[in-house]
């Protein structure tokens, strides 16, 4: 069954650096997310994209985070400059259709900031 | 305000008893999902029910939808140890595709 895949399973980096974290989405789906979930509270919804562009972002996904899909399979979340509370589970999803359509997870990255 | 508040936060069984899980919600909504997340783990789609539905069957699993009181409830049969996860309810509102997440309930079955 084709699956959501995220390397690495975990990151740590020091404060001020700079990471990026990587999806291959479910190869035919068009709409891509990235989640984070901070130790112990909900899921929380970062970026949306489709069609080569965000289509969606929230409060959280501020001018530290950029999202890119380089490849045509690829889809990464780069955070500029970490800081300590950016440390959380980030789960990236896909889904064939837009509203509506059910998301599929990956397994997320662990990304501690020390 | 909050999007998807489940309760209870935990739960508690013994296997082969029924789990029984609520959601609420404050505003309108393309459909509600729910999720489940084994310890540290990825999400993983269990159902989705439309707002034009009023109960759907997967299995083991009940899910109904109430859109005048903008609640939702999921109900496992049968349970067994295997079950014990984090379920999270999930809404998609109108015109949007983020989904936006519960607290979850953490459910344990005990074998």
């Known amino acids: 069954e084709p699956e959501v895949t995220q390397t690495p399973s975990h990151q740590v980096t020091q404060m001020g650096q700079e990471v990026i974290l990587r999806c291959v989405p479910i190869?035919?789906?068009?709409?891509f997310y990235w989640y984070r979930q901070i130790l112990g509270q909900k899921v929380e919804f970062l970026v949306s994209?489709?069609?080569?562009?965000?289509?969606?972002k929230s409060e959280i996904f501020d001018d530290q985070f950029s999202v890119e899909r380089p490849d045509g399979s690829n889809f990464t979340l780069k955070i500029r400059s970490t800081k300590l509370e950016d440390s959380a589970m980030y789960f990236c999803?896909?889904?064939?259709?837009?509203?509506?359509?059910?998301?599929?997870f990956g397994a997320g990255t662990r990304l501690s900031v020390l | 305000s909050q999007q998807g508040e489940e309760d209870p936060q935990a739960l508690s069984i013994q296997e082969g008893e029924n789990a029984t899980m609520n959601c609420s919600y404050k505003?309108?909504?393309?459909?509600l999902q729910w999720y489940r997340q084994n310890s540290g783990r990825g999400l993983v789609h269990l159902i989705l029910i439309r707002s034009n539905e009023r109960e759907k069957h997967s299995g083991r699993l009940r899910v109904t939808l109430d859109t005048s009181k903008k609640s939702s409830s999921l109900l496992i049969t049968a349970s067994r140890a295997a079950d014990t996860a984090s379920y999270f309810c999930?809404?998609?509102?109108?015109?949007?595709?983020?989904?936006?997440f519960g607290k979850g309930t953490r459910l344990s079955v005990i074998a």
């Open positions: 999930a809404t998609d509102e109108s015109g949007n595709t983020p989904l936006v």
């Open positions: 190869s035919n789906h068009l709409y």
């Open positions: 505003t309108s909504i393309n459909n």
């Open positions: 994209f489709y069609n080569n562009e965000i289509s969606e």
């Open positions: 999803a896909s889904s064939l259709r837009g509203s509506g359509g059910i998301q599929y």
